[in-house]
């Protein structure tokens, strides 16, 4: 079994920063592209950030120029770093992630738990 666990979540005020981390945890051979989801309530869950292995990044058009999303491969981590928060970024973040297990041949779609993002005043 494979796990990923997100953490860094918490109440921030407008303006403010936050940085996310998800690690990846069990019998891993490798991970491919890996991603970042919110979903607040009553709404959809939605792309904020995906990444590939090589390390190349797209955004939602909602947080480009004020997210970073990155990856330290070594240590089967991901980190979404963000700055300038809004009120609307408020939400569960995600951490998503295609994961090869070892022993097997395909992939295996991964979520986390999620982890809360409160931005208000």
């Known amino acids: 079994q494979v796990h990923l666990v997100e953490s860094g979540g918490g109440l921030v005020q407008p303006g403010g920063s936050l940085r996310l981390s998800c690690a990846a945890s069990g019998s891993i051979m490798s991970i491919g592209p890996m991603g970042w989801y919110r979903q607040a309530p009553g709404k959809q869950r939605d792309l904020v950030a995906t990444?590939?292995?090589?390390?190349?990044?797209n955004y939602a058009d909602s947080v480009k120029g004020r997210f970073t999303i990155s990856r330290e491969n070594a240590q089967n981590t991901l980190y979404l770093e963000m700055n300038s928060l809004k009120p609307e970024d408020t939400a569960v973040y995600y951490c998503?992630?295609?994961?090869?297990?070892?022993?097997?041949?395909?992939?295996?779609?991964?979520w986390g738990q999620g982890t809360q993002v409160t931005v208000s005043s």
């Open positions: 990444i590939t292995a090589g390390g190349g990044a």
């Open positions: 998503n992630a295609r994961i090869v297990q070892s022993g097997r041949y395909a992939y295996t779609d991964t």
